[in-house]
């Protein structure tokens, strides 16, 4: 009848253990099940994660927190004898002075200080799959003498059952987060990929990083020479101390190794290691992650995690972020040349600026002096002869205040604020018109746009750079303008008869098209350039009717 009922319950408990797949509630119903199963003051049950037991949930007397959560197979020998042989332990007496009673002491006084009172017998059961050992149940009763081989085999019976349960929610939790890891990766990969702000990119990085790696605090640190420079972090006492600071290569601590060996480096106890982490303010450090920043196989920088308890990082959590670390480099990368590109950009802006005082408002001045000295002279001389070079002098100075005004159009057009984008298009196709003696018409068929001035000024700054790739490139005789609205989007329209090239070539040192298409993208629209040698150019803005209404 006992053998029968016990049957019954092992029969019942496995009708329990395919109710879930969450891992947290099986456990409660396996614990929950074991009452029916062998009698017992306390149960626990411990998951095999290397080579140490973890307390993944518990049944007694005692708080929960107040029991080691982690199990050393090197320190508790009782344990270890049950997963290296694969078999069940009973400690009839943990009290007594037999060789795995004497282990169970060791290690339970050197963690709480004195055995429990609810304890007196200890058996342990493992959780064996296919031959492979995850983990073990743990019984404890009151009284020693109390369990035999009869009650293991029972206790065993049912580890058999739950282990293959607890196999597969672990699998499938793994999975759940394999998937949401690579959601995040892929969210990240578009996140990072919508700014070439350099801070911006750090700062999305880092906050998505804790949302799969849980880190107390975390930084981006770059090669500069021979020392490591913080340039983002994040959970630190003052922020704005640690973000500029550089460290040496060679200082005492692993992160020169990262850079050397180019692969991430997972310490489970930094302090037994490094003796800097030992002391403030890095004393309360006891695991650290660091994931190199990899440009093929140049390691230019590295992302560092740290967390105060021992043994944080997973293998799997390694590879997350170095993952991350794969997609920030690139972004990171992305941002630094575009930034290059504006200060180039913004270069090449001045030094045509320069040309442009140079061949038109200097020489003007040239000649209103020269002419001003003329007059002088004549005025002293001839009088009757002064009105010529004065008259001079008035056209120079009328040609000069032209070009200067068309100069400082250029630099900041302020008809866009009060005449609106139509009218500054208008007046920089005049000016090319007037300046360089081209062709150039005008076809503008729709009313002003509704747009936000930045957005007009964007618009305008890319019309602009396309005319005066025009005069500087395409050698062109004739250029044709035009404006259009329909139902989804507004189109800019710039065609000229040139010498044509190939849009899809590189041209180094030449930064108007990229900088084009950042202007453009950054509106949400695209820009298309059908162009070949010898043919012309014709160069389409698309903005969406979301960002622009007619």
């Given at each position: 009848?006992?053998?029968?009922?016990?049957?019954?319950?092992?029969?019942?408990?496995?009708?329990?253990?395919?109710?879930?797949?969450?891992?947290?509630?099986?456990?409660d119903v396996i614990l929950e099940a074991l009452q029916g199963v062998i009698e017992?003051?306390?149960?626990?049950?411990?998951?095999?994660?290397?080579?140490?037991?973890?307390?993944?949930?518990?049944?007694g007397p005692m708080a929960r927190a107040d029991l080691p959560p982690v199990w050393p197979l090197a320190e508790a020998r009782h344990a270890a004898h049950v997963i290296e042989q694969n078999h069940p332990i009973i400690i009839a007496n943990v009290r007594g002075d037999d060789e795995l009673a004497c282990a169970y002491q060791r290690f339970v006084n050197a963690r709480l200080g004195s055995i429990p009172s609810y304890v007196g017998t200890w058996m342990a059961v493992p959780l064996c799959v296919k031959d492979r050992v995850i983990g073990m149940l743990s019984f404890d009763h009151n009284q020693p003498h109390t369990y035999d081989a009869a009650d293991a085999n029972w206790a065993l019976a049912f580890a058999n059952q739950t282990a293959i349960a607890i196999e597969n929610a672990r699998l499938y939790r793994d999975e759940r987060i394999r998937r949401r890891q690579a959601d995040t990766l892929l969210h990240v990969a578009s996140v990072v990929s919508s700014t070439l702000d350099v801070d911006e990119v750090l700062d999305r990085v880092l906050d998505q990083l804790q949302q799969v790696v849980h880190y107390d605090s975390a930084s981006v640190q770059m090669v500069q020479g021979e020392q490591l420079q913080v340039i983002a972090g994040r959970g630190f006492a003052d922020v704005e101390q640690v973000i500029g600071r550089n460290f040496p290569m060679q200082a005492p601590f692993p992160n020169r190794h990262v850079i050397e060996r180019n692969e991430p480096i997972n310490l489970a106890n930094v302090q037994a290691i490094y003796p800097v982490f030992r002391v403030p303010p890095y004393d309360h450090i006891r695991s650290w992650l660091g994931a190199p920043l990899r440009i093929q196989d140049r390691t230019v920088g590295m992302i560092t995690l740290d967390r105060r308890d021992p043994r944080a990082f997973s293998e799997e959590e390694v590879r997350l972020v170095t993952a991350f670390a794969d997609l920030a480099v690139m972004a990171l990368e992305n941002a630094r040349l575009y930034s290059r590109a504006e200060q180039a950009a913004v270069l090449e802006e001045r030094q045509r600026l320069a040309r442009e005082l140079h061949d038109s408002v200097s020489q003007a001045l040239y000649g209103i002096a020269l002419g001003a000295r003329t007059a002088r002279t004549l005025l002293d001389r001839d009088p009757s002869r002064a009105a010529e070079p004065l008259d001079y002098v008035l056209s120079l100075a009328e040609a000069g205040l032209a070009e200067m005004r068309a100069l400082i159009f250029e630099l900041r057009p302020e008809s866009l604020e009060k005449e609106g984008l139509v009218v500054a298009i208008s007046k920089a196709a005049a000016s090319l018109r007037a300046r360089h003696g081209l062709v150039v018409e005008m076809d503008f068929c729709c009313e002003e746009p509704m747009l936000p001035i930045d957005q007009k000024e964007a618009i305008y700054r890319v019309a602009q750079e396309a005319m005066n790739n025009i005069i500087k490139h395409a050698g062109a005789s004739r250029v044709e303008l035009s404006l259009a609205c329909d139902n989804n989007s507004l189109h800019l329209e710039i065609r000229d008869d040139g010498v044509g090239f190939d849009p899809n070539a590189d041209y180094p040192g030449h930064l108007g098209l990229h900088s084009m298409r950042e202007r453009v993208t950054k509106l949400g629209g695209t820009l298309t350039i059908h162009s070949q040698p010898g043919a012309g150019a014709i160069l389409t803005i698309c903005i969406p009717m979301y960002q622009a209404v007619c």
């Open positions: 009848m006992e053998q029968t009922a016990a049957l019954t319950t092992l029969l019942q408990v496995s009708q329990k253990l395919v109710s879930t797949l969450e891992l947290e509630p099986l456990l017992h003051s306390a149960a626990a049950i411990f998951l095999l994660e290397g080579d140490q037991l973890l307390l993944s949930n518990y049944r």
